[in-house]
C-alpha cells in the first residue's frame, strides 16, 4: 500500500533544501539545508530551524521557537515559543517543553497577566525521552537530562540531573559519558575543570 | 511551500461555526461556535465539545468524552471516554489521562471484568505538561496540578499538587497564582476560606 | 464534515488482511491479518507486527520493531528499532520506549561509539499511560508497569512497578487483578508461586 499517492506537490521553482515528508507540514520559510521534517510534524511560519536538523513525527515547531543547526528533535515533542535549542541539542521523544508557568484556559485574569517564560538549551545538550521542562530555565551546555525527569531549575553546563524533581546526578562529558570523580570521561579521557560555583558547572580543561 | 493544497474540502452548505485545520480530523456534530481543532487531531463522533475551546496538534478526543466552553486542550492530549472537563479547564502538552486502571491487551479476562474509569476536571482547573492522571479521580475546580505530576486520588479545589506520586504543595487562586498562608491571593487579593475537611478544598469568600 | 474523501485510494488487487485508516501510513509489508492502524500512526518498512494488534494514533512503529500478536499500542507511542513485544502486550497513551542511552545530536563521537539498546516485552505485559521505559530492559510477561513510571531496571514477571524511578509495589494476576500476600489472585483465584530468585518473579501453580 502506498499512502503517499495524495501527497502535496511542490512546484518546479520551489526547491527547498530541506526535506518534508509529504505528510509533513512546513509554514515557514526559515528552515536550513539539510533539515528533515517527518511526517505528521508541523512547522509554524516564524519558526527558525537551523541546518542539518532532524525533525520527528508529530511534532510541532512553534513561531518564535529556534533551533540551531544538527538539532535532533525526536517524535510527539513540541517546541514552543521561548524555547531556543543550541546546536547539537538532542531532545528525547515526548520529552515536553513549556513556556507558561501559570496556566489558564480564558477567562478573566487579573492586571499584569503572566508573560509567556523562555527555556534555553546549550550547545549539545540532550534532554531525554519524556522528560518535562518547567521555564524559564536554562539546560547547560553539554549536560543530559535523564529520561522522564522533572527539570524545575537551571542544569549546569555537563551535569547530569535525573528524577522528579531532577536532581544532580553526576557529570557527563561533551560525548555523554559519565565523567570519574577525577572528572576524566571514562571513555574518551578528556579532562575536565569545574568553572567558579557548582551552578556553572564544567568546562574542558585547556590541553 | 504551502502544504495546505490537498485540504478537505467544505461543501458550500455545510458551513461550520467552527473551524478545522485542512489536516485535522472531526467526526463528530456536536462540536460548539468558535471552537478551533488543529492539524492531526482527531475528535471522534460521540465526543461532545463546547464553545471557543482549542484542541491542539495530535490530540484525540473520544466517543464519550465531554468538554465545556473554553476548554483549552494542548498537543498530544488524549481525552477518553469517561473523561469530563468542565469550563475553562486547561490541560497542558503531552498530558495523558487513563480510564483502565488494569489494562491489559485482549485475551481471556475472568468474570465481572473491570468497567472504564471515569475522570472529572472541574472548572477552571489547569492540568500541566506531561501530567499523567490516573482515574477514577476528581480534579476540582481551579486546582493546579504541577507538569509531570502523577495524579493518583483526587485533588481538592484550588489545591496545587506536584510530584510522582502528586502530593499537596500549597493553594491556587482562580487566577493561578499561589495563596499566601492566609488564604489570600498575592496577586489579585482574592480571599479564599476552607470549605469543612481539607478533602473538600477552598472557596472564595464572600464579599 | 467528512475529512476522509481525499484518502488514500487502494488498488483492487491489493486486499490487505488489515485495515489501515485513511490518515494511517503502513509501509511494511510485514503487518497480519485483523491488525488496525489508525490515523496520523505510521508502520515503517522492515517493522514486523502480528495479527489483531491496534496500533493508536500518533503512534510509530519503526524498522526492527517487533510485537506478536494482539498487541495493543495506544495514541502517541513509539516502538523503536530494538523493542520486541510478544503476545497481549498492552502499551498504554504516551508511554515512551528509548534505545540510546547516551544520547547525542551528531557530532564528533568517540571511538567505538555506543549501539542502540534494547527492550524486550514479555506475553501479555502492560505499560502504563506516559510511564517511561530506560532501556536496555526487560520486562517480564504479565508485568504491569504503573501509569507515569520510570523504568529503569528489569521487572519479573508478574511483578508490579510503579515511581520514578520505578519500585516493586506488589504481584499482578496474569488478569491484572493484584495478588494477595499468599499470591492467589484476589479475583480470580488463580494460584501462583514463586521461581527461584525475587527478580525471576512469579508463575501460575501447576493444577
Same mark, same amino acid.
Given at each position: 500500500m502506498d499512502s503517499r499517492n495524495d501527497s502535496t506537490e511542490r512546484?518546479?521553482?520551489?526547491?527547498?533544501?530541506?526535506?518534508?515528508?509529504?505528510?509533513?507540514?512546513v509554514d515557514s520559510e526559515d528552515v536550513g539545508e539539510g533539515t528533515r521534517v517527518w511526517a505528521f510534524a508541523? $512547522?509554524?511560519? *516564524?519558526?527558525?530551524?537551523?541546518?542539518?536538523?532532524?525533525? @520527528?513525527?508529530?511534532?510541532?515547531?512553534? #513561531?518564535?521557537?529556534?533551533?540551531?543547526?544538527?538539532?535532533?528533535?525526536?517524535?510527539?515533542?513540541? $517546541?514552543?515559543? *521561548?524555547?531556543?535549542?543550541?546546536?547539537?541539542?538532542?531532545? @528525547?521523544?515526548?520529552?515536553?517543553?513549556? #513556556?507558561d508557568h501559570i496556566p489558564r484556559s480564558g477567562g478573566p485574569k487579573p492586571e499584569g497577566e503572566p508573560t509567556w517564560e523562555r527555556t534555553h538549551v546549550g550547545t549539545g545538550a540532550s534532554i531525554g525521552a519524556n522528560a518535562t521542562i518547567i521555564a524559564p530555565v536554562k539546560l547547560g551546555a553539554y549536560c543530559l537530562v535523564g529520561a522522564g525527569s522533572v527539570v524545575t531549575r537551571d542544569v549546569p553546563p555537563h551535569a547530569l540531573v535525573m528524577g522528579n524533581p531532577a536532581q544532580?546526578?553526576?557529570?557527563?562529558?561533551?560525548?555523554?559519558?559519565?565523567l570519574s570523580s577525577e572528572l576524566q570521561c571514562v571513555k574518551c579521557a578528556k579532562q575536565f575543570v569545574r568553572v567558579g560555583s557548582?551552578?556553572?558547572?564544567?568546562a574542558e580543561a585547556s590541553a
Open positions: 512546484a518546479p521553482n520551489e526547491a527547498p533544501a530541506f526535506f518534508v515528508h509529504p505528510k509533513g507540514l508541523h $512547522v509554524l511560519k *516564524g519558526a527558525k530551524i537551523g541546518s542539518h536538523c532532524n525533525i @520527528g513525527e508529530c511534532s510541532f515547531v512553534e #513561531n518564535g521557537a529556534v533551533l540551531g543547526d544538527h538539532v535532533t528533535i525526536k517524535n510527539g515533542v513540541q $517546541v514552543w515559543w *521561548g524555547v531556543t535549542c543550541e546546536d547539537y541539542v538532542f531532545v @528525547g521523544p515526548n520529552a515536553t517543553f513549556t #513556556n544532580a546526578a553526576g557529570w557527563v562529558c561533551s560525548c555523554g559519558m559519565r557548582p551552578e556553572q558547572g564544567l
